[in-house]
């Protein structure tokens, strides 16, 4: 497995690895860039099973053209050319389950989520989610749906900034619309990212037709 080893994650990846602890009976890695994600909880054995959930089915060959040179025999892992909003997690009642969705926008996340939270009145599962955009209005629908909070963080990566979100509906603390948890506001760069969501929200505000007051008070709060 020394090729494994030497894969390196980005920061954002990085930091949704470390946030996964062990326990689980299933994880399901989806849309993960190119599955490197899924590999190296797998090798890190996080989960009794992993799974590798993708849309895209030249991508899932290139996965399981990794998955049986490295794994050739191993029953622990399952590849799935699937919509994640059809994710087979019914199929095992008694397990423990995390599924991590990453790199989708936040809009397309609450309609997977709308198919998978009711799942979780019955079964067991922990969600890690970072939405591309779209970070108050997925906030929003979670709160809704009465989801909590296990931990949050900001990652900056390539100029870009993400969000990441555990969440559980069985345990946790509040969620915020706008995060507290995740930032560091002595940080130069989560000052920046801050000022530039307060920016794109009073942009938007010069449409007479959109009401995001509240939306820019709340962020404009936490300075």
């Avoid at 990652?155 to 915020?176: A, C, D, V």
């Avoid at 920016?199 to 037709?209: C, D």
Wanted: proline content about 3%; hydrophobic content about 40%.
């Amino acid at each position: 497995m020394s090729e494994l080893n030497k894969v390196k994650l980005g920061k954002r990846l990085s930091h949704i690895e470390a946030m996964v602890g062990q326990g689980y009976d299933h994880i399901w890695d989806c849309c993960c860039d190119h599955g490197l994600l899924g590999l190296l909880l797998l090798e890190k054995s996080k989960a009794t099973h992993i799974h590798f959930v993708d849309i895209v089915p030249n991508l899932l060959v290139e996965i399981e053209q990794k998955l049986n040179k490295y794994y050739q025999g191993k029953d622990n892992w399952f590849v799935h050319c699937l919509d994640v909003a059809e994710l087979p997690i019914t199929e095992y009642k008694q397990a423990k389950h995390l599924v991590i969705i990453a790199g989708v926008g936040g809009e397309l996340l609450i309609e997977l989520l709308t198919k998978l939270l009711p799942l979780t009145a019955t079964l067991n599962i922990e969600f890690i989610l970072s939405p591309v955009h779209h970070n108050y209005q997925l906030r929003s629908f979670l709160i809704k749906q009465n989801c909590a909070l296990l931990d949050e963080k900001l990652i900056e990566e390539n100029n870009r900034f993400y969000e990441l979100l555990f969440i559980s509906t069985r345990h946790g603390r509040p969620i915020s619309p706008v995060g507290d948890r995740m930032w560091d506001l002595d940080n130069i760069k989560h000052q920046d990212y801050l000022h530039k969501t307060i920016s794109h929200y009073q942009r938007i505000a010069k449409n007479p037709n959109i009401d995001v007051s509240e939306i820019i008070k709340s962020y404009q709060n936490l300075s």
